[in-house]
């Protein structure tokens, strides 16, 4: 062979070894190629901040304050909203919900024009699943699989029993006068379940990972406990009867069965190798409701449906190893409508999305990467009443036509002492940034002018 045609072969040779050693590498990335990770949103229903252990709660909670230990609670969590559909328009969009007019009252809550994180991920390349409660919309067009949810196991509207009907009378405490809730769905066709549903929604969840190992998915895991009815399985029952009063002794029991349920969730992780490369967020959809299931939101003011701390603040943990220090706790004021954006920013970016997010991506505070808090003010409006909370100090209108109250969350959590009297330069500096805030996101001066709205 002549030099030039053996010169020639050796190029040849070295141009098929670079294109074998980069299918090699392109089917295995390096560790710095890692793929997204996988998201795992669970979400309370009507919990107390007062009913998790990790927030000094008496009730034991351990699989639910081991995400805590592995990675951060966020002592100053809120959602959007102090009520079902509020805070889910708001957690699901990323978005303040006033912004596009949710409606709690009516059967179409979320308007087809505002994404939602399924919809986002799902056009990334996302698996995504909702188990359990919905509350979103319940006509054709407005269901999970229509939102950019691949598989739906659950129901569509507010409330469920969770013992199969007919047997509700026979569950060991009932105390709720309650229509049937629905039919229960896998995708579009109803189906009959027989198990607990607590327990039911862990068993969808599980399978769902189980069967999604080799992509990234999005499992959104959103319990109905532990929101009334109250029943609850009598093992549980059994484990907490030296609580004396019935309503708590069967709140503790449905709190402990979705604590079991979402250990079973961590657990599943774990066995398929899954931990590692997932993002796994834990909050309740808004505060305790003391006087329907007996929760507890001490030391907090307040309770669902309100504006104090009660009914806003929540019980909110992120996980995620490697990424998110563990043991850590976050005291800066975050809201759940961070979550769309941190995840969104965790699986390829956010900042450029149409509409706009109002959350910010967590993980560089979490991080140390960014000093100073996510968030200049938060703001609150519903039902007639607003908020704005600014550093440590929180101004609140609990209703359209009341007289402000101004109260230093750091030195008095339970909102006890009104400051307004004695910081009147602060609280008409404060009503101002309301009013402009509310200009902002509702479109009309909501504070000065007192203007009653039905959201």
Not at 78 to 85: D, E, F, R
Not at 90 to 105: A, D, M
Not at 242 to 249: K, S, V
Not at 328 to 356: C, F, H, N, Q
């Amino acid at each position: 062979m002549t030099p030039l045609r053996d010169s020639r072969w050796q190029r040849l040779q070295l141009v098929a070894l670079t294109l074998l050693l980069g299918a090699c590498a392109a089917a295995n990335p390096t560790p710095t190629e890692q793929p997204p990770p996988n998201i795992v949103l669970i979400l309370a229903d009507d919990q107390g901040f007062a009913d998790v252990g990790v927030y000094g709660g008496a009730l034991p909670t351990p699989n639910i304050d081991a995400i805590a230990g592995a990675g951060v609670r966020f002592s100053d969590g809120y959602v959007s909203g102090p009520a079902c559909v509020a805070s889910r328009c708001g957690l699901l969009t990323g978005r303040y919900q006033n912004r596009f007019h949710c409606k709690p009252l009516q059967d179409e809550p979320l308007p087809p024009s505002e994404p939602t994180l399924a919809e986002r991920l799902q056009a990334r390349g996302y698996s995504t699943a909702l188990v359990g409660k919905w509350h979103l919309g319940s006509t054709p067009g407005l269901r999970p699989l229509e939102r950019g949810f691949d598989e739906f196991f659950g129901f569509l509207r507010g409330i469920h029993l969770y013992y199969p009907q007919g047997q509700e009378r026979d569950a060991p405490y009932y105390d709720f006068t309650l229509e049937h809730g629905g039919e229960l769905y896998r995708g579009h066709e109803p189906v009959t379940e027989t198990e607990y549903l607590t327990d039911a929604f862990a068993r969808e969840a599980v399978d769902f990972i189980e069967r999604h190992t080799d992509r990234p998915f999005f499992l959104y895991l959103s319990f109905n406990a532990v929101h009334v009815p109250l029943q609850a399985p009598p093992e549980h029952l059994e484990q907490f009867r030296y609580i004396e009063q019935p309503a708590r002794r069967a709140l503790a029991a449905m709190n402990s069965a979705m604590d079991e349920a979402v250990g079973q969730v961590t657990q599943s992780l774990r066995d398929n190798g899954l931990e590692e490369n997932t993002l796994l967020i834990y909050l309740s959809d808004n505060g305790g409701s003391p006087m329907s299931n007996a929760s507890l939101n001490d030391p907090l003011r307040g309770a669902k449906s309100d504006l104090y701390e009660g009914g806003i603040r929540i019980p909110f943990l992120m996980q995620w190893k490697g990424v998110i220090p563990a043991g850590s706790v976050y005291d800066e004021p975050v809201i759940s409508l961070d979550i769309a954006s941190t995840v969104l920013a965790a699986s390829g970016g956010y900042t450029s999305l149409k509409p706009r997010l109002d959350g910010h991506n967590l993980l560089p505070y979490l991080r140390g990467e960014e000093n100073g808090a996510p968030h200049d003010l938060l703001f609150w409006d519903y039902k007639g009443q607003s908020a704005l909370r600014r550093g440590d100090w929180k101004l609140l209108l609990p209703a359209a036509d009341a007289q402000p109250q101004l109260y230093n969350l750091r030195l008095d959590i339970g909102e006890a002492s009104d400051l307004s009297s004695t910081h009147p330069d602060l609280t008409v500096e404060m009503l101002q940034a309301l009013d402009d805030y509310a200009t902002d996101i509702r479109g009309y001066r909501r504070v000065l002018q007192h203007r009653q709205d039905d959201n």
